[in-house]
């Protein structure tokens, strides 16, 4: 039993002893027992003011124990939470744990081949020592040769600045023909002969059957010109004509042969001015048609 109900117990009895004293008293004398009844009623009304206070203050600790307990059970729940948040770290401490120890495994794993690898590689080093003096020799013989090289080098360049010498002789050669062949060819228009006499005048029917192709064609001075693929080697002498051929075989104009090679010639191209346009890199030449 709690002291409040105690205390409300004890104040019953205490007012039914009251009452009771007042009854007796009330059969003996009225005024007395109405003085004692007031009495009992200020007694009475300070019971129950004491009484509610007690009320008051049992509902405070009511309130108070449920907020205790209610703040008990959230941190009970706040602490299983931690709980469960350690037992996560703990597992993830252990799952680390155990990598580790297996990398610790192939790092051991690893050394012992490292191990084995560096006394390989010592093996290897003393036959890199010998690669190595024999790379050296090589190294003087590439040194040497490179010497040679520098000695063959100096008389290329010396044989390229003599033979560009020749090739500006003979462009100047090419250009003087070529200012005699255009004087010629005034004269012959002076004397009366036309262009297209001097296109279909042809090679003697005498000269050898000689066949090439065009190698390429270019303009000098105003002036066309081709290089063709046959030379001294094949009969070919300055002042030959060839018939210039597409490769139907329809006839394009004329070459007049001013510089000859061994392999190849050059000469100035006769032709009208629309046909030379055809006239170009696998042309045909034939000194018979």
Do not use: C, H
Not at 38 to 44: C, F, G, I, T
């Amino acid at each position: 039993m709690s002291p409040l109900t105690k205390l409300f117990v004890v104040l019953l009895v205490l007012v039914s002893i009251v009452l009771t004293a007042g009854v007796v008293t009330f059969v003996n004398k009225v005024d007395p027992i109405q003085k004692n009844l007031v009495a009992s009623r200020d007694e009475l009304r300070l019971s129950k003011a004491l009484l509610d206070q007690k009320n008051a203050e049992f509902a405070a600790s009511t309130a108070a124990l449920e907020k205790a307990v209610s703040d008990g059970a959230n941190e009970a729940q706040a602490i299983r939470t931690q709980a469960l948040s350690l037992r996560t770290i703990v597992e993830d401490r252990e799952a680390q744990i155990a990598t580790f120890k297996n990398n610790l495994a192939v790092l051991t794993s690893a050394n012992n081949s490292q191990a084995a690898a560096l006394a390989a590689s010592e093996d290897a080093k003393g036959k890199l020592g010998e690669q190595v003096v024999a790379l050296r020799k090589d190294a003087d013989e590439r040194l040497r040769q490179n010497a040679d090289l520098g000695q063959r080098v100096n008389r290329l360049v010396a044989d390229l600045e003599r033979t560009e010498r020749e090739r500006r002789n003979l462009a100047e050669q090419l250009t003087s023909v070529a200012d005699k062949a255009d004087k010629q060819a005034k004269l012959l228009l002076d004397m009366g002969v036309t262009q297209g006499q001097i296109a279909s005048a042809g090679t003697r029917a005498g000269a050898p059957a000689i066949n090439g192709i065009i190698r390429s064609r270019r303009n000098i001075a105003g002036k066309e010109y081709a290089t063709i693929s046959i030379g001294t080697q094949d009969q070919v002498s300055r002042g030959m004509e060839f018939n210039i051929l597409d490769q139907s075989g329809q006839f394009l104009g004329k070459l007049q042969v001013e510089v000859v090679d061994a392999n190849e010639a050059v000469g100035q191209i006769i032709a009208e001015p629309q046909k030379i346009a055809e006239i170009k890199a696998g042309s045909v030449v034939k000194t018979q048609i």
